[in-house]
Nanobody, 123 residues
Framework: QVQPVESGGGLVQVGGSLRLSCAAS?????MGWFRQAPGKERVFVAT???????????HYAESVEGRFTISRDGAPNTVYLQMNSLKPEETAVYYC????????????????WGQGTQVTVSS
């Protein structure tokens, strides 16, 4: 079992920044972030896979490319999401996920989920 636990959400003004953290109970090759706004489907934000040693990949949704940064900081059981230039439409519950069995951009392929952390961007 892999139990991700998120932290770092909160209230921020438009254009502001937040950093989310997620720690899993054990080493996990691929960890990612999704978000879900009220009444909407859970959508992919970013994912990172351990490639060996201290090397990790990063893959982003087009909507966050250039503003968000996913990192592992060399720790195979943690993942961070630095979010800059936040927009009101990015208000959502952000979820950490691990253990995908297929398409890393689809929420349905992940086996393990955190409880979520609320991010609210005020205008």
């Amino acid at each position: 079992q892999v139990q991700p636990v998120e932290s770092g959400g909160g209230l921020v003004q438009v254009g502001g920044s937040l950093r989310l953290s997620c720690a899993a109970s054990r080493r996990t090759i691929t960890m990612g972030w999704f978000r879900q706004a009220p009444g909407k489907e859970r959508v992919f934000v970013a994912t990172s896979a351990w490639l060996g040693g201290i090397t990790y990949s990063a893959h982003y949704a087009e909507s966050v490319e250039g503003r968000f940064t996913i990192s592992r900081d060399g720790a195979p059981n943690t993942v961070y999401l630095q979010m800059n230039s936040l927009k009101p439409e990015e208000t959502a519950v952000y979820y950490c996920a691990a253990g995908p069995r297929g398409d890393i951009t689809h929420w349905g392929t992940y086996d393990y989920w955190g409880q979520g952390t609320q991010v609210t961007v005020s205008s």
